[in-house]
C-alpha cells in the first residue's frame, strides 16, 4: 500500500513537479525532509536517488541535469545540510545548470533561538541563485493557495533561467503523519515566454566589413548545430575559430590547442594576430594565456552570445547578444558574405608551425603527467564521456588530442570541490560509459562523491597521483614561497586503493611507463564493478616536463 506525506505543502510541490517534467530527486538523509522522502519515493513519476554528503549530493544533482539536460530537484534536512548545498549551486550558478534546491526548514519562529539543526536558511543563497521563495505551513491561511503560485514561479524561473533556484520549505510536527490516497489537483498552466531574436542590421554590416574576424568557444555543451553553422563559417576560410576541449566543437579547421599556439607571444604577436572583430560563444574560458592575449590585443568590437551572462572579459565589451549562439548564427549566415580572409591563412601558419614542435616533443616526452594524458588521448574509447577535473587535469587536456570526446568539467567557478560527485551523477544518466580523469588532491577532497549505489560498472577513474597540487609548480609565483611544499602544494604520501575497495571499485596501480601501456588497452573492457586506476607520478618532474614542452614550442 502506498503511503504519503499529508502535508499538503508537499503534495502540492510534488504535483506541479511532475507537470513540468521534473522527476529526479537526490534525497539525503534527516528528519525535517522526511515528508519530502516519503512522498517523491512513493509516487512512480519521480526516480529518486539516496545521497548521504549533501555537498556531494548537490554536485551528483549537477551531474545528472548536465546529462538529462533538465532541472533536477535535490533535498535536505534543515540546519548545516543546507548550507553543505552551497558549493553546488554557486557552481550550478555560473555555468546555468537548473537545480531546484529543495531545504526542509524549521518553522520560522524558530530561528535564532537555539532550537536544534536551525539556521538562518531563508535566502541562504541569494547572492548564487536565479530565484529564493519560502513557503508557508499548513496551518496558515491561504497557505495552498500561495505555496502553489509559489512552486510553480520557482519551477518556471528554474526552467527559464536554467540555472538554481531555492525553496525553502518550513514543516511543523507531527512530520510522519500519513495518507492512503492522495487528493485531486489542478492542472499547472504553463506560462513559460518563448523568446524570439533578430539579427540587427548595423551587426551584419560590421561583419561584412571587418577583415579579422575571430571566434572564441568556451565551455560549451555538445551542440551538434552550432558545430555546422560554425564549420560552414571556416570551410572557405571565412573566419578564425579557436576552440578549448570543453568546448565541444570538432572541425580541422578550428584551432583547437589555443595555448600550444600563442605560449610565446611577443608584444607584437599580441598585435599581429589580433581580430578586429571578437565574438565569444559559451562560459568560462581555460586558457589564462588567450585572455591575456585579448586583453592586450584590445579588438576594435567584442560580441558576446549567451542567453544568461554578457561578460566583459577582455574589457572592451561592445554588443550583448542575448540568446543562444545557434540561434545567432542561423539567422546570421543568411545575410553574411563568407568569402576568405587572409586572416584565418596567418593563424594556420602559426598553427602548422607549433603542431610540428608538439610532435616532436611527444616523441622524446618521459613518464609523467604530460605522458599520461597523451596516453589518454589515443587509448580511451571514442564513445566514453570524458570529465576532467579541476586545476591541472583540463589544462593538460587542452594539449591532446580529445575532440573526438564529448568533454565535461565544473568550469563555473573552477573548483577542485564536487569533480568526482559530478561525474558519477552524469554516468548515473548515461547509456554510454563516462570516465574521470583527475588529480589526486581533488580525488581525496570529493570521496563521498564515491558514497553513490549508483554508479554503473561500466564507469572508470584514472587518478594521476603526483604527490601534491603540482599546479602550484606550474603556475607562476608560488615556488618562490617557503609555504610551497606543506602549505600550497601541500604535498602527501596518500593513494586510493583502500578507498577504491571500501566503494567497490577495482583498483589498479602502476607507477612506470611500462606499466601503464601494458594496463591501458584492457582497463576499459567491461566488468562487474567500476574501477580506478591510480598513476603514481610522485617521483617524476611534472613541472619540469610540462615547462620543457612550452620552451620547446618557441
Known amino acids: 500500500m502506498k503511503q504519503y506525506s499529508a502535508k499538503r505543502s508537499?503534495?502540492?510541490?510534488?504535483?506541479?513537479?511532475?507537470?513540468?517534467?521534473?522527476?529526479?530527486?537526490?534525497?539525503?538523509?534527516?528528519?525535517?525532509?522526511?515528508?519530502?522522502?516519503?512522498?517523491?519515493?512513493e509516487i512512480d513519476a519521480f526516480q529518486c536517488y539516496s545521497i548521504v554528503d549533501e555537498r556531494a549530493a548537490a554536485f551528483v544533482g549537477l551531474g545528472i541535469s548536465k546529462s538529462i539536460k533538465k532541472p533536477v530537484a535535490i533535498t535536505c534536512t534543515s540546519g548545516s545540510a543546507a548550507a553543505n548545498y552551497y558549493p553546488a549551486v554557486v557552481e550550478a550558478f555560473y555555468q546555468n545548470v537548473p537545480l531546484l534546491v529543495l531545504t526542509a526548514d524549521r518553522p520560522a519562529d524558530f530561528v535564532d533561538i537555539f532550537d536544534g539543526q536551525t539556521i538562518r536558511q531563508k535566502n541562504i543563497f541569494q547572492q548564487h541563485s536565479y530565484g529564493d521563495f519560502e513557503l508557508l505551513e499548513d496551518e496558515k491561511d491561504r497557505a495552498d493557495d500561495y505555496n502553489f503560485e509559489t512552486i510553480k514561479k520557482a519551477v518556471e524561473l528554474c526552467i527559464e533561467k536554467s540555472g538554481p533556484v531555492h525553496i525553502?520549505?518550513?514543516?511543523?510536527?507531527?512530520?510522519?503523519?500519513?495518507?492512503?490516497?492522495?487528493?485531486?489537483?489542478?492542472?499547472?498552466?504553463?506560462?513559460?515566454?518563448?523568446?524570439?531574436?533578430?539579427?540587427?542590421?548595423?551587426?551584419?554590416?560590421?561583419?561584412n566589413t571587418s577583415k579579422r574576424i575571430m571566434i572564441l568557444a568556451g565551455t560549451l555543451s555538445p551542440n551538434p548545430e552550432l558545430e555546422a553553422q560554425l564549420s560552414q563559417l571556416v570551410k572557405n576560410h571565412t573566419v578564425v575559430v579557436l576552440t578549448e576541449m570543453n568546448s565541444n566543437l570538432h572541425h580541422d579547421k578550428f584551432f583547437a590547442h589555443i595555448d600550444r599556439y600563442i605560449t610565446d607571444f611577443s608584444e607584437e604577436d599580441y598585435h599581429t594576430y589580433a581580430p578586429d572583430l571578437l565574438i565569444t560563444i559559451g562560459q568560462n574560458v581555460v586558457s589564462k594565456r588567450v585572455k591575456q592575449f585579448l586583453r592586450k590585443a584590445k579588438p576594435k568590437q567584442h560580441w558576446h552570445i549567451d542567453e544568461y551572462w554578457q561578460p566583459d572579459t577582455y574589457f572592451v565589451l561592445s554588443q550583448k547578444i542575448e540568446t543562444k549562439p545557434e540561434v545567432f548564427f542561423s539567422k546570421l549566415l543568411k545575410s553574411i558574405n563568407l568569402e576568405p580572409r587572409a586572416y584565418f591563412n596567418l593563424w594556420d601558419v602559426l598553427k602548422d608551425k607549433k603542431d610540428a614542435k608538439h610532435e616532436e616533443y611527444l616523441n622524446k616526452a618521459p613518464f609523467s603527467d604530460f605522458y599520461l594524458f597523451n596516453q589518454l588521448s589515443n587509448q580511451v574509447p571514442e564513445n566514453y564521456r570524458i570529465h576532467f577535473s579541476n586545476s591541472s587535469a583540463i589544462r593538460y587536456a587542452q594539449l591532446f588530442e580529445y575532440q573526438k570526446y564529448d568533454v565535461y568539467c565544473n568550469r563555473g567557478t573552477s573548483g577542485i570541490d564536487g569533480c568526482t560527485s559530478t561525474a558519477m551523477g552524469f554516468a548515473m544518466m548515461e547509456d554510454e560509459p563516462t570516465i574521470l580523469i583527475t588529480g589526486d588532491l581533488s580525488f581525496f577532497y570529493d570521496i563521498n562523491g564515491l558514497w553513490n549505489q549508483y554508479i554503473p560498472p561500466y564507469t572508470r577513474i584514472v587518478i594521476f597521483n603526483n604527490g601534491e597540487g603540482n599546479i602550484f609548480k606550474i603556475i607562476p609565483g608560488p615556488s618562490g614561497t617557503n609555504a610551497l611544499d606543506e602549505f600550497i602544494a601541500t604535498q602527501h604520501h596518500r593513494n586510493a586503493e583502500l578507498l577504491a575497495k571500501n566503494f567497490g571499485f577495482e583498483y589498479t596501480r602502476v607507477e612506470d611507463e611500462i606499466s601503464l601501456d601494458r594496463v591501458l588497452p584492457n582497463y576499459f573492457k567491461p566488468d562487474v564493478k567500476p574501477k580506478i586506476l591510480e598513476v603514481m607520478t610522485s617521483e617524476c618532474d611534472n613541472a619540469g616536463v610540462l615547462k620543457q614542452y612550452f620552451e620547446a614550442l618557441k
Open 10 to 41: 508537499i503534495q502540492i510541490l510534488a504535483h506541479i513537479l511532475e507537470q513540468y517534467g521534473i522527476d529526479k530527486i537526490i534525497i539525503s538523509p534527516g528528519s525535517r525532509n522526511a515528508p519530502l522522502a516519503i512522498h517523491f519515493s
Open 168 to 207: 525553502n520549505i518550513p514543516l511543523t510536527e507531527p512530520l510522519y503523519n500519513l495518507l492512503d490516497e492522495l487528493p485531486v489537483m489542478p492542472a499547472v498552466e504553463k506560462t513559460i515566454q518563448k523568446k524570439n531574436y533578430e539579427v540587427p542590421s548595423n551587426l551584419i554590416a560590421d561583419w
